[in-house]
C-alpha cells in the first residue's frame, strides 16, 4: 500500500498533467477555429452632371462599396473613411457632408459653379474593398480619386484593418507587442533606406523627403507593409510608396497572434 507522501505526489503529478492537456485542448481549439463568415455585396453611387449628353465629357462622381453581411460596426468605419476621404483635406468652410449622396451632390454644384470659367471635367471618385484576409483580420482598401482642374487629380489610399471576432478596428499599436514601437520604426527607416538606394535618389532627394510614420499597414506573408500616400516619401511623379519590414526581423516586435 502506497504512503500518503506517494499518493499526494501522483495526485500532484495527475493535476498537472490535466492542467497541460486542457491547455493544449485549448490551444488546439483555438487554432482550429474556423474564421468568421463573411459574406458581401457591392453598392455603386453614380451622378452626372445636369443636362449631360457625353458622360465622357462631364462632370461625374462614382462611388463603390463593398458592403459586408450583419456587419454593421465594419460597414459603418468604411462608410466614415470613405466620406472624409472623399471631402479631401476637410479646408472648405462649408460642413461636412453627413452622406455619400450629399457629398456627391454638392461635387456636381461646386463644378456647376465655375463651369462658365472652367472647362475642366471634374471628377470624384471612391472605392472600398476587400484588399486581404489572415484569419479574423480584414483588411480593407479605401481608395478616392478628385480632380477639379489642373495638371492632375488628387489620388488617396487607406488601409483599415479590422477585427472580425471582436468586431472592432485593429491599429498597428494593437499588433506591436508592448514597449517595441520603437524597434519597430527602427525597422521601418532601414526599409526606407533601402527603398532610397533602390531609386538611386541623392543626397538633396533625401534631406527633402525625409522618412515619416505611417499609420497605413497590413500583413502579409513577407511581413508587415506599410502605406505611404503621394506627397509622403516622395513627389506625385513616384505615385504611392510601399516599405516592408520583413517577417524574420518581427518575431518580438509582434504579439504572438499575429505572428
Known amino acids: 500500500m502506497r504512503s500518503l507522501s506517494q499518493r499526494r505526489h501522483a495526485f500532484t503529478t495527475f493535476a498537472i498533467g490535466l492542467t497541460v492537456a486542457l491547455g493544449l485542448t485549448g490551444c488546439e481549439n483555438e487554432a482550429s477555429r474556423k474564421p468568421a463568415a463573411l459574406e458581401s455585396k457591392v ?38 473613411q470613405l466620406l472624409q476621404q472623399l471631402q479631401g483635406s476637410g479646408d472648405s468652410e462649408e460642413a461636412a457632408a453627413d452622406s455619400l449622396d450629399k457629398v456627391a451632390q454638392q461635387f456636381i454644384d461646386d463644378a456647376g459653379a465655375v463651369s462658365e470659367i472652367s472647362a475642366a471635367r471634374w471628377e470624384l471618385n471612391g472605392d472600398a474593398k476587400q484588399l486581404a484576409r489572415r484569419g479574423d483580420l480584414l483588411t480593407i482598401v479605401v481608395n478616392s480619386y ?103 526581423r518581427l518575431s518580438t516586435l509582434v504579439r504572438e497572434k499575429y505572428r
Request: net charge negative; proline share 6%; with cysteine.
Open 146 to 248: 478628385l480632380y477639379t482642374g489642373g495638371a492632375h487629380g488628387m489620388p488617396v489610399s487607406h488601409w483599415l484593418n479590422w477585427d472580425l471576432a471582436k468586431e472592432q478596428p485593429v491599429a498597428l499599436t494593437d499588433v506591436l507587442a508592448p514597449g517595441q514601437a520603437q524597434a519597430f520604426w527602427k525597422l521601418a527607416e532601414a526599409s526606407h533606406q533601402q527603398w532610397l538606394d533602390s531609386q538611386g535618389v541623392d543626397g538633396e532627394f533625401r534631406k527633402n523627403w525625409p522618412f515619416t510614420h505611417s499609420d497605413d499597414f497590413r500583413l502579409t506573408d513577407q511581413g508587415i507593409e506599410l502605406l505611404y500616400g503621394v506627397y509622403t516619401l516622395g513627389p506625385y511623379s513616384m505615385g504611392e510608396v510601399t516599405l516592408t519590414i520583413p517577417r524574420d
Open 43 to 80: 453598392e455603386t453611387l453614380e451622378m452626372l452632371a445636369p443636362d449631360c449628353t457625353s458622360p465622357e465629357e462631364c462632370t461625374s462622381v462614382t462611388i463603390r462599396r463593398e458592403v459586408f453581411v450583419d456587419r454593421p460596426a465594419l460597414n459603418d468605419a468604411i462608410y466614415a
